[in-house]
């Protein structure tokens, strides 16, 4: 049996997605663990103002290819981009560059998607349906094609609370539902959205669960395999620990949480936060990739690639196995620059007790801000970042206060089929991840890489981080003091009751030294 890196060799391979988060590591691990790889024909949107070029000699030049570039300056040589545009008909891809492909491509790894939770229906039925099916219809045409693979994720059946590596009956037929809301107005689709979705949370899921059975239509034409990610968060290991560039998913809040600006989330405590580092979704699709082409299934195989139910970790905010305690913990030791408070986020899984914290932590202090940016003629900014950050929130609330548990077992069937070189080049067993390690290399990979913050200005972050600290205790003492002079000290029966508050804490304490020096 050949070597992963052997069996990629010579072989040219399609990418969609390959500007997103998980395209470009995926093209970055296929450069470096897979150096004898012929060529990568990537799918590219031209933006306004950017050519295709450009933004592929952008993605060249990230920290990500570092790497990859020490071993090869010439690795650019081997990306070649094909312009295209998944929101219109044969995904805009010219005759020439179809007719290239078809004689060329050996692999297609199918990484592109809008990963928006809100995003409207016909949108995301475009982006993560219909473009797949054009990409199947692209992938028939190529004559030497030997493995299709499509990323999902494993919260496309999340109405079900077990998920099995199996490919569940749509919620709909996609091609009824396509050509129902071909004639729709946008205002129309909107209404009836939340009936068309039923159980499931958002767009996102939905259209994904519909692509998964689109992509198993064509399991008699194509060898394919389908891979389910949990939530992407940050590398583990490769390139190096800690790569992550995008404010997506738990990012975005581990930032907010360590600027001081999110100091409450509603969570259950004891809800596994399902998060998978991106090079062991990589790893997975890659060996997934080698699987697919050298033994052919006959029926579509699904990988859940998932940690809660092989290494949990969970949301809550204290003890050895609970995220926010160490995004707290990671965040006070290298603190971000320019915080707004110091960070202390209360995770609770009640909505009016949550709901207070809003008003208290979130709300006044916004309000307090703005006032005093609009009194010193600045423009204000606090409310409309808080806002933004509650409905962030929102939309990863339905998953961060339930449980599910995914079955595996592809999984470890695909890790028993490695050599024990391709086991440490490919590693997606996640039984070895250290929690509290990944999340410490987490928060710093946001604070290097998303807010491209210098470590070596960390003490004036700490310093920062003292000063807010000071102001806290100055502002407690004043308003002591405040609630002293207006409320106790003009009322008897108030004095009286702070007085018999006192002195309970007293003989509690003197209680409490009695009983230490006994033990002693």
């Known amino acids: 049996m050949s070597s992963i890196p052997e069996y990629y060799a010579g072989k040219s391979v399609l990418i969609t997605g390959a500007t997103g988060f998980m395209g470009k590591v995926l093209v970055e691990k296929l450069l470096r663990s897979c150096p004898e790889v012929k060529a990568l024909y990537i799918l590219v949107r031209p933006k306004a103002g950017q050519s295709m070029q450009q933004r592929v000699s952008d993605m060249m030049k990230c920290k990500l290819f570092d790497r990859v570039r020490e071993d090869n300056p010439d690795f650019h040589e081997k990306i070649i981009p094909i312009s295209s545009e998944l929101m219109q008909p044969g995904l805009a891809i010219s005759p020439e560059d179809v007719e290239r492909l078809s004689a060329c491509i050996n692999i297609v790894f199918h990484c592109a998607a809008t990963i928006r939770f809100d995003e409207p229906l016909k949108h995301a039925l475009q982006l993560n349906v219909i473009a797949t099916q054009q990409l199947l219809s692209l992938a028939q045409q190529m004559h030497h094609l030997e493995a299709f693979i499509h990323i999902s994720t494993a919260y496309a059946n999340c109405n079900r609370k077990h998920i099995d590596e199996v490919i ?3 919620p709909v037929e996609p091609k009824k539902l396509i050509e129902s809301l071909e ?15 039923g159980d499931r949370p958002n767009t996102y899921t939905y259209t994904k669960a519909l692509a998964e059975y689109v992509v198993q239509q064509e ?5 394919i395999g389908i891979i389910r990610p949990s939530i992407v968060g940050a590398s583990w290991q490769e390139p190096f620990p800690g790569w992550i560039d995008n404010f997506n998913g738990p990012s975005g809040i581990f930032i907010a949480a360590g600027k001081g600006i999110l100091r409450t989330m509603r969570a259950n405590n004891d809800a596994v936060a399902d998060l998978i580092p991106v090079d062991v979704v990589i790893s997975l699709t890659l060996v997934a ?21 092989i290494n949990p970790f969970h949301w809550g905010e204290i003890g050895k196995y609970r995220l926010f305690h160490h ?13 707004f408070r110091r960070p202390n986020a209360n995770i609770t899984s009640n909505y009016l007790i949550n709901q207070y914290w ?14 005093i940016l609009r009194l010193s003629g600045q423009k204000p900014q606090m409310m409309r970042i808080f806002n933004r950050l509650h409905k962030a929130i929102g939309l990863l609330e339905y998953f961060s206060s339930q449980d599910w548990e995914w079955n595996s077992e592809n999984m470890s069937m695909l890790m028993s089929q490695l050599t024990p070189e391709d086991r440490k080049t490919f590693n997606f067993d996640v039984r070895q991840l250290n929690w509290p390690e990944y999340i410490e290399n987490y928060c ?17 972050a700490r310093q920062h981080l003292r000063k807010l600290r000071n102001i806290r205790y100055i502002f407690n003492t004043a308003l002591v003091v405040f609630i002293w002079r207006v409320f106790i000290a003009r009322s008897q029966m108030a004095r009286n009751i702070w007085y018999f508050v006192v002195s309970l804490c007293f003989k509690f304490l003197s209680y409490f030294r009695a009983s230490s020096t006994l033990t002693n």
């Open 219 to 223: 399991q008699d034409k194509l060898n």
């Open 183 to 197: 004639w729709m107005d946008e205002s129309i689709v909107r209404d009836i959205t939340p009936r068309l979705i």
């Open 327 to 339: 995004v707290m913990s990671s965040f006070k030791r290298n603190p971000l620059e320019q915080a």
């Open 358 to 371: 809003i008003l208290v932590s979130h709300k006044l202090p916004a309000f307090i801000y703005d006032l």
């Open 289 to 309: 990739g080698w699987y697919t082409a050298v033994h052919r299934p006959k029926t579509t195989l699904v990988y859940n690639c998932t940690t809660g139910g």
């Open 168 to 170: 569940y009956p749509p």
């Open 444 to 460: 710093i990979g946001t604070k290097k890489y998303v807010l491209n913050e210098d470590m070596s200005d960390i003490p004036a």
